[in-house]
């Protein structure tokens, strides 16, 4: 989500313009509980309708892009983000469709997820200003995943599904719980609370999750766990050993 955040304060900066500005987002394809997976094609449909006052102009860009779970998709490496320069007048629509192979979300197993579709403007007539209704620029419908439908093809949407930290500590144990780890390894220490490190190793995932039961006889005080590997950090967990 922090992705989207960082997309809508593109546009959404306090200034007030002269007009209203609003935009308003229908996600057509897919459609609510459609199924998906690395060999089903995907189309990615979305409706734009300019609900303000303002005029969209030539001067203006049209921001969409396609999430899941309310995060950014990539293909190749790089996240998907769309844009189209094109007048939409005062109560016009624009309609943008983009078609993929297919769907492949790391780790994932069959489940479904919220797809959704995002839309902005920014230029001359709509930067730096604070749309009067923000809740309308994303539309969701449920997907239907199916991690087995196929092999993947180049032309795919990959998400990758946030890290989920569920560690916790009883009965003396330490128990490493992280699942959606895109990583090979990851790095576990405990500091107690004058900053000394009592336990520093690095721990491989296995089928995206990091698992271990670590038994650290440690003696009675507070202590923080901390996980992180070379492209995020975890999260940290106080412990208390009684």
Same mark, same amino acid.
């Given at each position: 989500?922090?992705?989207?955040?960082? /997309? =809508?304060?593109?546009?959404?900066?306090?200034?007030?313009?002269?007009?209203?500005?609003?935009?308003?987002?229908? /996600?057509?394809?897919?459609?609510? %509980?459609?199924?998906?997976?690395?060999?089903?094609?995907?189309? !990615?449909?979305?409706?734009?309708? %300019?609900?303000?006052?303002?005029?969209?102009?030539?001067?203006?860009?049209?921001? *969409?892009?396609?999430? /899941?779970?309310?995060? =950014?998709?990539?293909?190749?490496?790089?996240?998907?983000? !769309?844009?189209?320069?094109?007048?939409?007048?005062?109560?016009?629509?624009?309609?943008?469709?983009?078609? !993929?192979?297919?769907?492949? $979300?790391?780790?994932?197993?069959?489940?479904?997820?919220?797809?959704?579709?995002?839309?902005?403007?920014?230029?001359?007539?709509?930067?730096?200003?604070?749309?009067?209704?923000?809740?309308? %620029?994303?539309?969701?419908?449920?997907?239907?995943?199916?991690?087995?439908?196929?092999? $993947?093809?180049?032309?795919?949407?990959?998400?990758?599904?946030?890290?989920? %930290?569920?560690?916790?500590?009883?009965?003396?144990?330490?128990? $490493?719980?992280?699942?959606?780890?895109?990583?090979?390894?990851?790095?576990?220490?405990?500091?107690?609370?004058?900053?000394?490190?009592? *336990?520093?190793?690095?721990?491989?995932?296995?089928? !995206?999750? =990091?698992?271990?039961?670590?038994? /650290?006889?440690?003696?009675?005080?507070?202590?923080?766990?901390?996980?992180?590997?070379?492209?995020?950090? *975890?999260?940290?967990?106080?412990?208390?050993?009684?």
């Amino acid at each position: 989500m922090k992705r989207i955040f960082t /997309l =809508l304060a593109f546009v959404l900066i306090a200034k007030m313009a002269a007009g209203q500005v609003d935009i308003g987002v229908t /996600l057509n394809s897919p459609l609510n %509980n459609a199924p998906a997976g690395p060999g089903i094609p995907l189309s !990615f449909d979305i409706t734009i309708t %300019n609900s303000g006052t303002v005029a969209i102009t030539t001067m203006d860009t049209i921001i *969409y892009a396609p999430t /899941l779970d309310g995060s =950014l998709l990539s293909s190749g490496g790089n996240s998907i983000v !769309f844009s189209s320069i094109q007048a939409v007048p005062v109560g016009g629509t624009v309609n943008f469709t983009q078609n !993929f192979a297919g769907l492949n $979300i790391n780790g994932a197993s069959a489940q479904a997820f919220a797809f959704c579709g995002l839309a902005l403007v920014a230029g001359p007539n709509w930067s730096n200003v604070v749309e009067s209704d923000t809740t309308n %620029n994303l539309d969701c419908n449920d997907i239907q995943y199916d991690p087995n439908s196929v092999s $993947i093809d180049e032309n795919v949407l990959i998400a990758a599904l946030k890290p989920v %930290n569920t560690s916790y500590f009883s009965n003396g144990t330490l128990y $490493i719980r992280v699942a959606n780890m895109d990583v090979k390894a990851a790095q576990v220490n405990v500091v107690d609370l004058t900053g000394k490190v009592v *336990y520093n190793q690095y721990l491989e995932t296995s089928n !995206f999750e =990091l698992k271990s039961d670590l038994n /650290l006889n440690l003696s009675k005080g507070i202590y923080l766990v901390n996980i992180r590997s070379e492209k995020a950090q *975890y999260g940290s967990r106080k412990i208390i050993v009684q």
